[in-house]
T-cell receptor, first 112, second 114 residues
């Protein structure tokens, strides 16, 4: 079974709002990744983190590698409608291209 | 530059049958991994192939097997299908064992077992 717990499981956003989600693990990971998956497609890599404490940005997205190496956070600033989708965190025990362990996902939806 | 491609897109099989799914990695990539994604869940690692050999394996039974060809493409075979095998099967490729070369995913094959 999965070892990564993502929260929240789902959330509604209004355009312009900032969004935060996080991922926690009972195990230490040496690499944390964040992916986004749209319906009918495979996950697309957003941000990769390789060092504890690392803070990395990709446009309006910012992710951090927790200093305990057991958690990671993703923030989206000034959300837009195309941010809707499912966001997955993934951890890897080593640093080079091997198996990923995924969280259960955070589903972002637009407020009606 | 073509990304990761998978075939077929959708597949319907009957319990007990066997199925083969195919994957072509992104250009320049030599390592292929397979994941199973059940509805509403995150992907789960099945196995990874590099230099035509299985390098790592997740917690999946022997009914799941694979192969990698000299051109780096790969197949996933599942024997004696169960209803619980219904899922989206994702293929991911990367340049093996190189830091910073993360896995790129294909669009997946949706398998339905009836």
């Amino acid at each position: 079974g999965q070892q990564l717990n993502q929260s929240p499981q789902s959330m509604f956003i209004q355009e312009g709002e900032d969004v935060s989600m996080n991922c926690t693990s009972s195990s230490i990971f040496n690499t944390w990744l964040w992916y986004k998956q749209d319906p009918g497609e495979g996950p697309v890599l957003l941000i990769a983190l390789y060092k504890a404490g690392e803070l990395t940005s990709n446009g309006r997205l910012t992710a951090q590698f927790g200093i305990t190496r057991k958690d990671s956070f993703l923030n989206i600033s000034a959300s837009i409608p195309s941010d809707v989708g499912i966001y997955f965190c993934a951890g890897r025990f080593d640093n080079a291209g091997n198996m990923l362990t995924f969280g259960g996902g955070t589903r972002l939806m637009v407020k009606p | 530059d073509a990304g990761v491609t998978q075939s077929p897109t959708h597949l319907i099989k009957t319990r007990g049958q066997q199925v083969t799914l195919r994957c072509s990695p992104k250009s320049g990539h030599d390592t292929v991994s397979w994941y199973q994604q059940a509805l509403g869940q995150g992907p789960q690692f099945i196995f990874q192939y590099y230099e035509e050999e299985e390098r790592q394996r997740g917690n999946f039974p022997d009914r799941f097997s694979g192969h990698q060809f000299p051109n780096y493409s790969s197949e996933l075979n599942v024997n004696a299908l169960l209803l619980g095998d219904s899922a989206l099967y994702l293929c991911a490729s990367n340049r093996g064992l190189v830091l910073g070369y993360e896995q790129y995913f294909g669009p997946g094959t949706r398998l339905t077992v009836t």
